[in-house]
């Protein structure tokens, strides 16, 4: 077989594969359509499931508290003030603000995100896109097979996405799919997934196709950049985190280095997806519904709020895996604060850091955002069509390695030249914390790294900081390791 003959033949193999994946997808919920066992969880009646179709490891309770029935009735009462809100869009900005900080409503939520992104705009102003987009998928995509795969991890606790084939499942799959072509420069992301998926619990197929584009392609959100091959956000946000942490939580950010913690160990998940699957999903909602109003300085935001309201447990952790693990895991499952109290320490936090005028990054430069003209069907080479893996890094993944080195190093010498711990950290921010409300999915950032030992001088010669994760981005694809393939 010639070489010519070779390539056609693959090619073909992965156009059939495709259309295989698509005709899934199609049949649905169609008991024609033969699911393996293994990809369908089994259904549990006694697990308790929250009002967002989370599903928990507990009984249902067999009755409401008095706390519930309060948070219950002030809802209802935001419901009623929201529809007349929604009513007389667009509101006086100072009214919105007010009331976004005090949560959306649950029940008004699709609504609300619907015209803080402008979606029915863009709706209305590209009529027959998404479909045509969807179709050009089915005979052309190139990153159906890892959608496919994601689109099956993707809130597996949650019941809309339970179950193999769901109409959720399929509108994922299709908005995944037809925003690879759309956006023909980006591709797909394994981020996205996650992006995508919470806005499908609110929005329809069609909405959530539109919210999405505005996330990554808005300059407000500027999502594009985290996504796109290098991360050239994520390195830049990640960059003014440190430096934050430096000027105002310089005993933590000190205790950081000094256990070899980068923020690219724990933070990578809190920029892709707002905060998801690393807080409780209800705090998470109330960031995202903050994010959608006042843009992506949220984001790094709410990371400084996390670490400030438990800078006295982290401090107490004495090694790396520890560390991540309470950032990772421990706080998803119990933050410590009831979300109203979180937001009104995140509200005091960007006060303080606008204040210091660090609420904001060094501006973005353009390959933070789309070169190419949306919704222009651009043909795929031959290594896409085929599916075959690059050997190589490129320029950009290059420099991603060169950057995180250049910063652990950078770090580390800010630490040896500090002769005291800063004793007045971030916002001062009072709380009331519940007596018994401090005992504390596959990572984005594949976070489960062994630590070593640590040591209590600190010099770069036998600190290896910088070794750790330069080493683990240059044994691992970098989209991949980020992204937890």
């Not at 073909?12 to 994946?21: F, H, L, S, T």
């Not at 519904?289 to 447990?313: C, N, P, Q, W």
């Amino acid at each position: 077989m010639t070489d010519g003959e070779q390539q056609e033949a693959l090619v073909k193999r992965a156009e059939d594969e495709r259309e295989d994946i698509f005709r899934r997808y199609e049949l649905g919920l169609d008991p024609s359509n033969v699911v393996d066992s293994w990809e369908n969880p089994t259904f549990e009646i006694y697990h308790r499931t929250d009002k967002y179709g989370f599903m928990h490891d507990s009984r249902l309770p067999t009755t409401r508290d008095a706390q519930e029935v309060h948070r219950t009735k002030i809802e209802l009462e935001r419901d009623k003030k929201w529809m007349k809100m929604l009513n007389q869009w667009p509101p006086p900005q100072d009214k919105l603000h007010k009331r976004v900080y005090k949560g959306i409503p649950d029940r008004v939520r699709m609504v609300a995100w619907n015209k803080l992104l402008n979606v029915q705009h863009s709706i209305d102003s590209n009529a027959g896109v998404y479909p045509r987009m969807l179709q050009l998928a089915r005979k052309y995509s190139t990153e159906t097979r890892q959608i496919d795969a994601d689109v099956n991890r993707q809130f597996r606790d949650n019941l809309a996405f339970r179950e193999r084939y769901s109409v959720k499942q399929c509108s994922l799959f299709n908005v995944l799919n037809a925003y690879s072509i759309y956006n023909s420069e980006l591709g797909y992301c394994q981020g996205m997934a996650c992006v995508a998926g919470v806005l499908l619990l609110y929005l329809n197929e069609e909405e959530a196709f539109w919210a999405l584009n505005s996330l990554i392609t808005d300059q407000k959100y500027g999502m594009h950049g985290l996504f796109i091959e290098g991360f050239p956000k994520l390195t830049r946000f990640i960059d003014h985190h440190d430096r934050i942490m430096s000027k105002i939580m310089r005993k933590l950010h000190k205790h950081f280095t000094k256990h070899n913690v980068d923020a690219l160990l724990y933070a990578i998940k809190w920029f892709f997806v707002v905060f998801v699957e690393r807080v409780p999903f209800s705090l998470s909602l109330r960031v995202w519904d903050i994010f959608m109003l006042d843009g992506d300085r949220v984001i790094l935001s709410m990371a400084i709020t996390i670490l400030y309201l438990h800078k006295d447990e982290l401090l107490r952790l004495k090694d790396m895996d520890a560390i991540i693990e309470y950032l990772q895991v421990k706080l998803h499952k119990n933050f410590g604060y009831s979300d109203d109290d979180a937001v009104q320490a995140l509200e005091r936090v960007m006060k303080k850091l606008k204040d210091l005028k660090l609420d904001v990054p060094p501006p973005a430069k353009s390959n933070e955002f789309p070169t190419r003209k949306l919704g222009v069907f651009v043909e795929a080479d031959m290594e896409k069509k085929i599916g075959r893996r690059r050997n190589d890094y490129t320029d950009a993944e290059k420099q991603v390695i060169t950057d995180v080195i250049s910063r652990q190093e950078q770090n580390a010498i800010e630490v040896q030249s500090t002769v005291s711990y800063e004793t007045s950290e971030c916002a001062t921010v009072t709380l009331t914390v519940p007596e018994d409300s401090h005992s504390i999915r596959s990572s984005l950032a594949g976070t489960s790294v062994a630590s070593h030992g640590s040591s209590e001088t600190m010099s770069l010669e036998d600190n290896n900081i910088h070794l750790r994760t330069a080493n683990m981005l240059q044994n691992t694809p970098q989209r991949e390791m980020l992204l937890g393939t």
